[in-house]
């Protein structure tokens, strides 16, 4: 079984400065990890995911995470933030067995950026 | 493409009322998942489908919740009788391989 940990429920930051979103995962197997976003009553969104090689990915509007395996962590990371990226961010896990597996979610983190 | 569609995106009703939320995933996949996200529980997996077929509904809360997919392009999740402490953000999800792309939401308001 898999599960996640959002360390921090809520990040306060001022705009255009950097952001770390922490997230670690445990499991017996091997792993894809994502980050999804959440604005205000909306669905969620897909910022990126890894599946495997490379352990830096990149992802929309500017994200990137890096996988760290010895660490079993999956932090989430913008150089710059805006205004525009207020919203609550998940990170999930899912064991790789070759299928469409179900995703664990973490508690999620509100990131508010103020001017 | 569309998307994932979800219908009501909203649903006020009493309590004792039966309530289904509707689900219309994306074309060509394979595998549909409904969840429930509170504030107390977070996101919860609910139940999950692949090729119409129910795989895991361990999420399920209990005997007044059930899901089913007639076909391929449709799923409904159904609470009757619906309690007060049903209210909350419903998603559904498809996917085809490794990523879950979400609906926007059914919001449910038991009274």
């Known amino acids: 079984a898999q599960s996640v940990t959002q360390l921090d429920s809520q990040v306060p930051v001022f705009e255009e400065a950097p952001v770390e979103l922490r997230c670690n995962y445990s499991s017996s197997v091997s792993v894809y990890l994502f980050w999804y976003v959440q604005y205000p009553n909306q669905g969620l969104q897909l910022l990126l995911k890894y599946l495997s090689g490379s352990t830096l990915v990149k992802g929309i509007n500017g994200f990137e995470a890096e996988f760290n395996k010895s660490q079993t962590s999956f932090h989430l990371r913008k150089p710059s933030v805006h205004i525009s990226d207020t919203a609550e961010y998940f990170c999930a896990v899912s064991g790789f067995q070759g299928g469409s597996e179900k995703l664990v979610f973490g508690k999620g983190t509100k990131l508010t950026v103020n001017p | 493409d569309a998307g994932v569609i979800q219908s009501p995106r909203h649903e006020v009703t009493e309590m004792g009322q039966e309530v289904t939320l509707r689900c219309k995933p994306i074309s060509g996949h394979d595998y549909l998942f409904w969840y429930r996200q509170t504030m107390m529980r977070g996101l919860e997996l609910l139940i999950y489908f692949n090729n119409n077929v129910p795989i895991d509904d361990s999420g399920m809360p209990e005997d007044r919740f059930s899901a089913k997919m007639p076909n391929a392009s449709f799923s409904t999740l159904k609470i009757q009788p619906s309690e007060p402490r049903d209210s909350a953000v419903y998603f559904c999800?498809?996917?085809?391989?490794?990523?879950?792309?979400f609906g926007p939401g059914t919001r449910l308001t038991v009274l």
């Open positions: 999800a498809s996917s085809t391989s490794d990523t879950q792309y």
